[in-house]
């Protein structure tokens, strides 16, 4: 196809929605009531529409409000044009960011999250005009299936009182806060949908706790790889006293302290591979994690690494270095775990099984029977594009819910102080 015939960005519409989530406990406190998300549409004038999905919060939100209008005119096809006119828009842009845990914050992290945001969009519609899936696009699906591991939490029943209004409908999972809940967690999620593998959110209990519950999981578990993250909140001694007691137990540990040279300590001190979405976040963290070896798994995340390609050149750095390749999520939809799953098809060495907070998660914009899950594992959906189609009823529910529902950014600590108002945000707590 000449560049003259590529379909052209007429208009961008950002629609943003909250869902419905549990009280999910993490270093940083708990989950709110509703997650927010924001749904994009990319129209062509080719009457092509590409999809994607980005956080939802003011200060995403804000930043691409203020880029969109930046790629009228542009081919779906002109990634490096579309790189450099969001990063124009932004120009001196106040860095941004979702969550402490998913490290620190940078104008180039600011940038490359809202190009990935439109990135995603324009790989949807260049797969729906050529006929091709957005893996295919990425250089071809190495694995037809993309395994997931299970997310487990800590979490209470219900949220705190005051934390919602009395129609608020609660899940049914019940509360998690030891061992067994744990266990008993894992094994329905394992039932429910075939997962090979487990991840425990740590740093929220004392890490001796932590462990606890690891054994626990290999006990029940005998033969599913486990992760722990305590997401930083681990001093170095404290992770130098926990691993030894993980090695063996564990594929890797996640995050255990937090920065590259922490990060190096306690690397030296154990046999455990450390994994990390906190610390090499960003290519330029790379060099310093490089140079003194403080990880050996880097979780990818196309949301602020800045999309497909960005995630294409940090697999190509994680070769590079010898390091492993895995996915980290936070709260997301179907067009993002869309997106997911074909990146994670077209990336020969991600061959961890990725996260996702997908079973967290009871509502979605997409119709339903793309995504279907086997053996924890989701096939690549579609046969163009990313392969979903938004639910326009179910993306207006969610919107007037959004409006509704009062929360416009993430804040854990807030959430957290409704049960406990001495709450302390401790970095690290243990
Ligand atoms: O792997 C991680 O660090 C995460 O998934 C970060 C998320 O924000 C998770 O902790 C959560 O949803 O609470
Ligand atoms: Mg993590």
Redesign the pocket.
Known sequence: MGSTSAPKITEVVITPVAVLDPP?????GV?QPY?LRAVIEVHTDAGITGLSEAYGDDPTLANLRKAAPALAGLSVFDVNGLTSRVALALGKVTPTN??E??GRVSREKTVAQTVGAFEVACYDAQGRATGQRVCDLLGGAVREAVPYSA?L?YRWAVHPDGATGPDYPDDDWGDALDPDGIVRQARRLVDTYGFGSL?L?G?VFEPEAEAEAIEALREAFPEHPLRL?P?ANWSVATSQRIAPRLEGLLEYL??PTGGNPGMAEVARSTSLPLAT??CVTAFEEVPEAARLGSVSVV?SDHHYWGGFRASLKLAGICETFDWGMSM????HLGISLAAMTHLAAAVPNLTYAC?T?SP?TREDVIQPGALVWDKGSLAVPGSEGLGVELDRDALEKLHRQYLECGVRS?D?LSAMRLKDPAWERLNPRF
Do not use: C, I, P
């Not at 980290?328 to 709260?331: E, G, I, L, V, Y």
């Open positions: 999910l406990l993490n270093a940083s989950h997650q979702l969550t845990l998913v997310y939490f991840k959110k740093g993250d997401n996640e995050d979405n906190m979780l980290h999520s936070n709260t996260d907070h967290w993430r854990d």
